[in-house]
């Protein structure tokens, strides 16, 4: 199972980011997936899930309403659109695998780093 982040830098606040997960190891399209974040200094936070149909999204409270997860199952890669960045939304943004048994993230990548300053 490999998982590899990318997409992110350096933005200012009000600005746009979209991260990518490249998935390989494992057939994609039979897991639920998430992203997870980890800001300096703090223990990790979740972010955001989506099935494996992509028609079922869930997001944390901190995100709702300017991130998007998506994914496209053909290229065995999942999304993550970020709009209206804000400071806190400094992180390393890591996705994970949504293991088969309900017992959480089973697989995680080695995130990729999102910075937004002014």
């Known amino acids: 199972v490999q998982l590899v982040e990318s997409g992110g830098g350096m933005v200012q606040p009000g600005g746009s980011l979209r991260l990518s997960c490249a998935a390989s190891g494992f057939s994609f399209r039979s897991y639920d997936m998430s992203w997870v974040r980890q800001a300096p200094g703090k223990g990790p936070e979740w972010v955001s899930d989506i099935n494996t149909g992509a028609d079922i999204t869930y997001y944390a409270d901190s995100v709702k309403g300017r991130f998007t997860i998506s994914r496209d199952n053909a290229k065995n890669t999942l999304y993550l659109q970020m709009n209206s960045l804000k400071l806190e939304d400094t992180a390393l943004y890591y996705c994970?695998?949504?293991?088969?048994?309900?017992?959480?993230?089973?697989?995680w990548g080695k995130g990729t780093l999102v910075t937004v300053s002014s």
């Open positions: 994970a695998r949504l293991s088969q048994d309900d017992e959480g993230m089973d697989y």
